[in-house]
């Protein structure tokens, strides 16, 4: 077995052996529940657009939760440099860790399916923008995950971790709100790196090659800067 996934099936162990995985799972579920039933019976549509207009924002509080931890744990406890001295890479370990808190995500995805099942009960569900929808969730949460995995790869403090990630994640989140405020010259890229835009074309049930290279781009560079910070501690 390839030690990426080694590691990733240590992490996801210790995810589900400790009360944080049933703790941020169960308050992603409540909280999504309960905005989707509000909005399902304020607009009397049975649709899960609204769900996927709330998760980028709710994304940003709740994935920094759950990778403020991953290497600044190991940083803080010593056990990183008990790696160092396994016959394991410094990017299978960032690999793992990414690929073990996208794991837990999907899980939590997973449980919002009910929500699917009550919209298709209710009334007929256009496929298309639901699979898109979910396919964008994983991407966009993808990004965002690796975003905190590069934060928690910087610090021993999970605390400064969960800050810095969710702050650029902000950053790129108000970039799309901000488009009409910048110079015109300027709104093209504003508008690429905004990061729910992507999003929103993806849940409309169109896949552009545009939005999948910017939700890959965002993981592969925020993987190999953490990477690189695991790095620099050999370099000392």
């Known amino acids: 077995m390839s030690p990426a996934l080694v590691v990733s099936r240590r992490e996801i162990r210790t995810y589900f052996n400790s009360p944080v995985a049933y ?3 169960s308050v992603f579920t409540a ?3 309960y905005l ?11 649709e899960l657009r609204s769900m ?10 709740v994935i920094p939760a759950i990778t403020m931890r991953l290497l600044a744990d190991e940083k803080s406890s010593g056990t990183l440099e008990l790696l160092s001295t396994m ?5 299978e370990v960032v690999v793992g ?11 939590a995805l997973g449980l919002t399916m009910v929500f699917a099942i009550t919209v298709r009960t209710l009334g007929p569900m256009d496929r298309g923008p639901a699979i898109g929808g979910y396919l964008g969730l994983l991407l966009m949460g993808g990004a965002y995950i690796a975003i905190g995995v590069m934060c928690s790869a910087f610090t021993r403090n999970s605390i400064v971790a969960f800050i810095a990630a969710f ?20 709104q093209p890229l504003v508008n690429f ?4 835009g992507h999003f929103e074309n993806i849940s409309r049930g169109v896949i552009d090659s545009r939005d999948l290279i910017y939700y890959l781009s965002v993981i592969g560079t925020c993987l190999l800067v953490a990477t690189t910070a695991l790095e620099s501690r050999r370099w000392r």
């Open 23 to 25: 703790i941020v799972v």
């Open 31 to 33: 909280i999504t529940g």
């Open 36 to 46: 989707f039933f509000t909005q399902l019976f304020m607009e009397k549509q049975a």
């Open 52 to 61: 996927f207009g709330f998760m980028p924002f709710l994304f940003m509080f």
């Open 87 to 91: 016959p394991v890479r410094d990017w």
């Open 97 to 107: 860790k990414f690929l073990a808190a996208l794991a837990l995500l999907a899980t």
């Open 167 to 186: 702050g650029i994640s902000f950053a790129l989140y108000l970039f799309g709100k901000l488009t009409q405020f910048v110079p015109e010259s300027l």
């Open 193 to 196: 790196l905004a990061i729910d």
